[in-house]
């Protein structure tokens, strides 16, 4: 099955700073990649996604790249600001609706 | 439009007790998924539910078990719980079965005593 490693576990970074945080997978069939953003207390939130036809997609501070030779992808998180501070998961679903993810990010923007 | 909801948001059971956990998908979508997070085991797939039909199922015993409503409205329980079942149990919603965006609902607590 799907194997999606998450690393670093644990951010820290001043605040106006980039995070930068990495995933490979295992199973090349995987051809959508989110990323999600859980605050304490609340569900996941996807903030943005890539699919394996396109290298690289940015939204505002985030940026999502891909490369689907090596089989990992990267979230980008530019100006970060206090409110970034959260957990943030990558996911890959091998099959279907089944997303495998990896085992979180936990980032703290120091203001 | 409304979001994924989920109730009860916080429920604390005893061992060898069974429950119900509901999902109520954003308007118009037909897909239903089920995780479970642990601290241990991060996110887990449970089960999908497309079309009243189970799609694709995780790796967990059969005491968890899911079904989805008419209206795409989707239940699981989980039968004679145990310790390790407590957990936040999340349900995600998406148009359609594949490989489509997922919108998770604040999740439902459950404590087993």
């Known amino acids: 099955g799907e194997n999606v490693e998450q690393h670093p576990s644990t951010l820290s970074v001043q605040e106006g700073d980039s995070a930068v945080i990495k995933c490979t997978y295992s199973?090349?069939?995987?051809?959508?990649f989110p990323w999600y953003k859980q605050e304490l207390g609340k569900g996941p939130q996807l903030i943005i996604d890539i699919r394996s036809n396109v290298g690289e997609k940015k939204d505002q501070r985030i940026a999502v790249t891909l490369n689907k030779t090596a089989k990992h992808f990267s979230l980008h998180i530019t100006e970060t600001q206090p409110e970034d501070s959260a957990v943030y998961f990558c996911?890959?679903?091998?099959?279907?609706?089944?997303?495998?993810f990896g085992g979180g990010t936990r980032v703290l923007v120091k203001p | 439009k409304a979001g994924v909801t989920q109730t009860p948001r916080y429920l604390i059971k005893t061992r060898g007790q069974q429950v119900t956990l509901s999902c109520s998908p954003i308007s118009g979508h037909r897909s239903v998924s089920w995780y479970q997070q642990t601290p241990g085991q991060g996110l887990q797939f449970l089960f999908e539910y497309f079309s009243e039909t189970q799609r694709n199922k995780g790796n967990f015993p059969g005491r968890f078990s899911g079904r989805q409503f008419s209206n795409s409205r989707s239940e699981m329980n989980v039968s004679t719980l145990e310790l390790g079942d407590s957990a936040l149990y999340l349900c995600?919603?998406?148009?359609?079965?594949?490989?489509?965006?997922?919108?998770f609902g604040p999740g439902t607590r459950l404590t087993v005593l």
């Open positions: 996911a890959a679903p091998p099959l279907s609706n089944k997303l495998t």
């Open positions: 995600a919603s998406s148009l359609t079965s594949g490989r489509v965006e997922q919108f």
């Open positions: 199973d090349s069939a995987s051809n959508y």
